[in-house]
Nanobody, 114 residues
Framework: QVQLAESGGGLVQAGGSLRLSCTAS????????VGWYRQAPGQQRDFVAS???????IYADSVKGRFTISRDNVKNTAYLEMNSLKPEDTGVYFC????????WGQGTQVTVSS
């Protein structure tokens, strides 16, 4: 059974930091690309960052220089380090794995207060 479990969300003041985790089971994690997406209330789900199986990273322009995506294949976990958070970073953050099939986690809420 495939499962992606996000954790690490919460309420933080603007300028603060959070680290999100996405732990996978039931998939070949080391061979999977992993992405983080976020969805604000009433908005579409938007791309935030991704990391390939080889460690190459891509970021949305809005988070470049503030967010860092990484992975630990031993722990089957991907991370999203978020610094200098802004109120517009508020939303539900989802992780997505991509290897032969695409899987999504259930999401974790991030709320940044001004």
């Amino acid at each position: 059974q495939v499962q992606l479990a996000e954790s690490g969300g919460g309420l933080v003041q603007a300028g603060g930091s959070l680290r999100l985790s996405c732990t996978a089971s039931g998939i070949s994690f080391a061979l999977s690309g992993v992405g983080w997406y976020r969805q604000a209330p009433g908005q579409q789900r938007d791309f935030v960052a991704s990391i390939t199986s080889g460690g190459q990273t891509i970021y949305a322009d809005s988070v470049k220089g503030r967010f860092t995506i990484s992975r630990d294949n031993v722990k089957n976990t991907a991370y999203l380090e978020m610094n200098s958070l802004k109120p517009e970073d508020t939303g539900v953050y989802f992780c997505r794995s991509n290897f032969r099939n695409i899987y999504w986690g259930q999401g974790t809420q991030v709320t940044v207060s001004s």
